[in-house]
């Protein structure tokens, strides 16, 4: 029976004394670059052995056994936490519709959070925003740059709002 993960796979980071029996063990192959793992020390994760210095981040290429015990899965990538949650927020769904985000699919961010293209859309007229349109993102709602909300108070006491460039991140490294 075959499991299924829903992505992104959390998985834990084991660090493994290939000589804890006494008994030398035949080498193992590692799971990055193929080769014998003769090393005293190898890592588990995700079901396979590694090298120290093979189980890195697809993004920074930070070792992985060297900054902490789990890493992600997603994408065909390896992340650590970080990279992981740049890359697609800390859900791994888009902020709007809660629909997973594929690796490899453009997205739009606005502060911290990250959408579909399809779904960075004003809240009042729900037009799609474009890559280089004015936005306002006010607690937590996109608004186009014409339909913000007070608009028509510009001339009043209150501080103008923030207003952003839309800028769209590849899911790529």
């Known amino acids: 029976m075959k499991l299924c993960f829903p992505e992104p796979l959390r998985a834990h980071i084991s660090m493994v004394n290939s000589q804890a029996s006494g008994v030398p063990s035949a080498p193992r192959s590692c799971a990055g670059c193929g080769g014998k793992i003769a090393d005293r020390f190898l890592l588990f994760s995700m079901e396979r052995y590694w090298h120290t210095r093979c189980l890195k981040c697809s993004c920074c290429q930070a070792q992985l056994g060297d900054i902490g015990t789990t890493c992600y899965s997603k994408g065909g ?20 519709c809660g629909q997973s985000i594929p690796a490899n699919e453009m997205v739009m961010r606005a502060q911290g959070n990250v959408y579909h293209l399809k779904c960075f859309s004003c809240a009042t007229c729900r037009n799609r925003l474009m890559p280089g349109d004015r936005f306002h993102y006010i607690n937590g709602t996109i608004f186009c740059e014409h339909d913000r909300p007070g608009a028509a108070l510009l001339n009043s006491h209150l501080p103008p709002l923030q207003s952003n460039s839309v800028l769209t991140d590849q899911k790529v490294c």
């Not at 650590?80 to 709007?96: E, M, P, T, V």
């Open 77 to 96: 990538m390896i992340l650590c936490r970080s990279d992981y949650i740049r890359l697609f927020g800390h859900s791994g769904a888009c902020s709007a």
